[in-house]
């Protein structure tokens, strides 16, 4: 359970997911205009695709990342309206965000269907 206090921002551009602890920091700090590392705050990353989600945290002796990948679903990013690089959330809606929907019409091939005796 994350506590009420904690803000909860999501950036709605994409970012490349290859970003790691002190470039997902950076986006913080330059899109979002927080500093992680002041703590009492979760920033949300998706990347283009919307199967792929980082979230980015300071546990108090350093930065932390829940990194999360789904297979069959995509995650439901929040898109701004104001043009603001991102949004504010609440503890619900990341719980949310972070179950994904299922990808309608998308069927996977079976094993025979990949593979044929020619």
Request: charged share 25%; proline share 3%.
């Amino acid at each position: 359970m994350i506590p009420a206090e904690v803000r909860i921002f999501v950036c709605v551009a994409p970012v490349d997911m290859r970003f790691g602890f002190d470039r997902l920091a950076q986006v913080a700090r330059e899109k979002i205009g927080q500093d992680p590392a002041a703590g009492g705050a979760l920033f949300v990353f998706a990347g283009r695709s919307a199967t792929r989600v980082k979230v980015l945290w300071f546990e108090g002796h350093g930065l932390c990342i829940l990194y999360k990948r789904l297979h069959r679903a995509v995650f439901e990013v929040p898109v701004g309206t104001d043009g603001s690089a991102f949004l504010r959330i609440d503890a619900s809606a990341l719980g949310h965000l972070l179950t994904g929907v299922a990808r309608e019409g998308r069927r996977r091939k079976k094993n025979n269907e990949l593979h044929t005796n020619a």
